[in-house]
């Protein structure tokens, strides 16, 4: 069922029961939330990543959480969402709970969307990534329900976060699963956003993961010098989530989200972006694991990606 088109009664009960739910998480905190005293000026910014439908399969699309004001709990900013068709962009309003939790609604002519789910620190608290379930209602009653997996990759009270040191280029290197002690090659390349002629900390990129019988294409979203770039030394923390469309045999769509750093040895070797990596079979399996504090990714292990000189 495209989104154009009316749902089913099956589905119009799924609809209800997915509303309902979203709507008494949205006014259950704001009865809990109201009273949030202090600024929380981590979360500005702005958040990407990408959007996976539970219902309609296909290629995951871009994801976007602008967060120019957050204050006592509350928020205002936008969601975009970017589909073949174009993108949609939703006026938001929410809370964010202490922990990290999220939840608000949004509106885009004619069509709303309600959310929830939590931003949180990974690692060593350098990198910042969030999850949400979402459901889209359009003005004739159809409606999509998904996931969302972003980092946030221009954060804090600078969004621009110039001087961000360059990534721009060819990355070649590896995967190291921690179950099975496998090395998966990956390389991709990732291009760097500029504002007034200054590197920011935002990155996206193209990658492709090598597994045994098959290349499996990842698209990019990420971060470099997050939220603030280091003045001192030659180490600034890196995040990415990379995404891939799902199969026929299996529509959900897999995604990896990796925390590390970025190291300029300097003029004893390449550059490189080196951490640890999530897998995750759904986007599901990854909201579960972000917003809900869950075990449910599919494998763990380390990355490590030199720059192609």
């Known amino acids: 069922m495209s989104r154009g088109e009316r749902a089913r009664p099956i589905e119009d009960t799924m609809y ?13 905190a704001l009865a809990l939330l109201a009273t949030a005293a202090a600024a929380q000026s981590e979360d500005l910014g702005l958040w990407r990543g990408y959007s996976d439908s539970a219902i309609n399969p296909g290629p995951p699309d ?5 967060l120019p004001a ?18 949609s962009q939703f006026s938001v309003v ?14 885009a002519d004619g069509s709303r969307i309600y959310f929830a789910g939590r931003l949180r620190a990974m690692g060593d608290g350098s990198v910042r990534v969030g999850s949400f379930e979402q459901l889209i209602v359009d003005w004739d009653g159809s409606y999509d ?28 290197g590896y995967l190291l699963s921690n179950s099975i002690e496998t090395f998966t090659p990956l390389q991709g390349t990732i291009s760097q956003f500029v504002t ?44 990415d989530v990379m995404a891939a469309p799902g199969s026929e045999r299996y529509p959900p ?14 003029a004893t070797g390449l550059p490189a972006v080196q951490g640890q990596y999530l897998a995750f079979d759904s986007f599901g399996s990854a909201f579960s694991a972000i917003a809900l504090g869950q075990s449910t990714a599919l494998d763990t292990g380390s990355f490590f990606l030199p720059a192609v000189q």
């Open 94 to 107: 929410g809370l964010i709970g202490p922990n990290g939790g999220v939840s608000g609604v949004g509106f």
């Open 145 to 172: 329900f998904g996931f969302d997996v972003f980092e946030q990759m221009q954060g804090g009270p600078n969004w621009a976060n110039p001087g961000a040191p360059n990534l721009n280029g060819d990355w070649s």
């Open 253 to 266: 769509s897999p995604c990896i989200v990796m925390f590390g750093t970025w190291n300029d040895p300097g």
């Open 196 to 239: 007034e002629d200054s590197l920011t900390s935002a990155l996206s990129g193209d990658f492709s993961l090598s597994l045994p019988a098959v290349q499996v294409p990842l698209s990019m979203q990420g971060t470099v010098g997050l939220p603030a770039v280091q003045e001192q030394g030659l180490v600034a923390p890196f995040g």
């Open 16 to 28: 209800a029961t997915i509303r309902n739910s979203l709507a008494g998480a949205c006014v259950a």
């Open 62 to 66: 871009v994801f976007s959480l602008s």
């Open 70 to 87: 957050v204050q006592h709990g509350t928020f205002d900013g936008s969601i975009t969402i970017t589909r073949n068709s174009g993108p």
